[in-house]
C-alpha cells in the first residue's frame, strides 16, 4: 500500500526557510513512492466559533483530506518560543477531530489514532544558543501535545537554527530533511516503534537501577535505612526507581527535542 503523506504548512511566509524544510521532507517522501500533498493554512479561514458556516465547511474540508494521510508534516516557524499563530489557531480549532471528550471532558484520542508525524521548525536563533537553552522546545511541545493525545507516533523533527536574514534552506538541511522524508514509509510502516526504542529502554532501566541501588547503598552507610530487612529493601527500591525513571521517561518523550 502507498503511503500519503500530507505537510501542514503553518507560516505566512510561503516561500521561507520552514516552507522549503517541508518541501525537502515531502520531496524525500515522494522519491520513496509516497502520494504527497499540501495544505498551506492561509488559504483557509478557520474559526472555534461553531455558527460560522464558512469556517465549518473549511474544517470539513481539511478533516476529510488529512484522514486519508498516512503521516502529517506539520511545518511552523518559531516565535517569541513558541508556534505560530496560524499553526495554534489550526491546532486549537481541529481540537474535535484530534481528540473526543468523555462526560467528564477527559480526552481521547479519536480517527487520527495511530497516524504517524513529523514535526518542522525555524528560528534566528543560533545553533549554540538553541543547543542549550532550547528555543524552539515549546514549538515541539505546542504541536506534539495535541497530536499524542489524538494518539499519535512522532517520527522525527527537524530544526534550522540561524535563520536571520537567509533566505534559502542550507544545503545540509536539505538532505536531512529529505532523509527525513525517504524513512517515513518504513518507519510508519513499524507504527512508530522502533529498534532504537527498546535500546534507549533497555539503558534507561539499566541506569536507573544502578543509581537506585547506589542511592540504597549510601542511605544504608548513613544507617538511614537496613538493606538486610526484605520489605525496607524492596519498598525503597521500588520508590526510588519509579521516581527516577518516571523523571527519565518525561525528559525524552516530552521535554527533550530536536536542537540543531
Known sequence: MTPTIIGILGTENRNGVTAQMLDAVLDGARQRGCRIDTIDLNDYRLSMNPEDSEARDA?????????????????????????????????DCFRPQLVRFTKKGEPLPGDYRGKSYVLLTSCYTSKNVNRFSGITDQTFLTMDRP??????????????????GVTTLPEAKQVACRAIGQDMPLRIQKG??????????????????????????????????????????????????????????????????RRT
Not at 484522514?67 to 496560524?86: E, F, R
Not at 497530536?147 to 536571520?164: I, K, N, Y
Not at 525513571?245 to 518525561?250: D, E, F
Request: proline content about 1%; some cysteine; overall charge positive.
Open 59 to 91: 474544517m470539513a474540508q481539511l478533516d476529510a483530506q488529512l484522514k486519508q494521510a498516512d503521516g502529517l508534516v506539520l511545518a511552523s516557524p518559531t516565535y517569541w518560543g513558541d508556534v505560530s499563530g496560524l499553526m495554534k489557531h489550526f491546532l
Open 147 to 164: 497530536l499524542q493525545a489524538a494518539g499519535m507516533h512522532r517520527l522525527a523533527e527537524a530544526v534550522c537554527t540561524d535563520t536571520f
Open 192 to 257: 512508530g516503534f522502533t529498534l532504537k526504542r527498546y535500546i534507549q529502554l533497555f539503558f534507561m532501566l539499566a541506569f536507573t537501577i544502578l543509581i537506585v541501588m547506589g542511592i540504597q547503598q549510601g542511605l544504608a552507610a548513613m544507617h538511614l535505612i537496613q538493606l538486610h530487612h526484605f520489605w525496607i529493601n524492596y519498598l525503597s527500591f521500588v520508590i526510588l526507581s519509579y521516581l527516577f525513571l518516571s523523571l527519565m521517561l518525561r525528559y525524552f518523550a516530552v521535554r527533550k527535542h
